[in-house]
């Protein structure tokens, strides 16, 4: 079973950057399509990005153009550039795996990011 830790959160202004790095251990990283959502309170998880173990990627409407999720499988590591965050993104982001054709059944502790106006 993989495990999964994230880092990279904290507070910036509108219009900044930050780069999410989640670190995988414990299983065959390169397997794996990985995805990003974020929690605010008393709102739903909610999707943000994905890669697919060949690279493929989607995002949410909401960040498309603004997000960059990659990954680095010699690194076991997936990672999301976020560039000209806005207030409405601020969040606890959370990095997920999931098996082809199965559900995100593996979640990190999640990582707050606070954007401020």
């Known amino acids: 079973q993989v495990r999964l830790v994230e880092s990279g959160g904290g507070l910036v202004q509108a219009g900044g950057s930050l780069r999410l790095s989640c670190a995988a251990s414990g299983g065959t990283f390169s397997r794996y399509v990985m995805g990003w959502f974020r929690q605010t309170p008393g709102k739903e998880r909610e999707f943000v990005a994905s890669i697919s173990r060949s690279e493929n990627t989607l995002y949410a409407d909401s960040v498309k153009g603004r997000f960059t999720i990659s990954r680095d499988n010699a690194k076991n590591t997936v990672y999301l550039q976020m560039n000209s965050l806005k207030p409405e993104d601020t969040a606890v982001y959370y990095c997920?795996?999931?098996?082809?054709?199965?559900?995100?059944?593996?979640w990190g502790q999640g990582t707050q990011v606070t954007v401020s106006s």
């Open positions: 997920a795996a999931r098996t082809l054709g199965g559900e995100y059944g593996t």
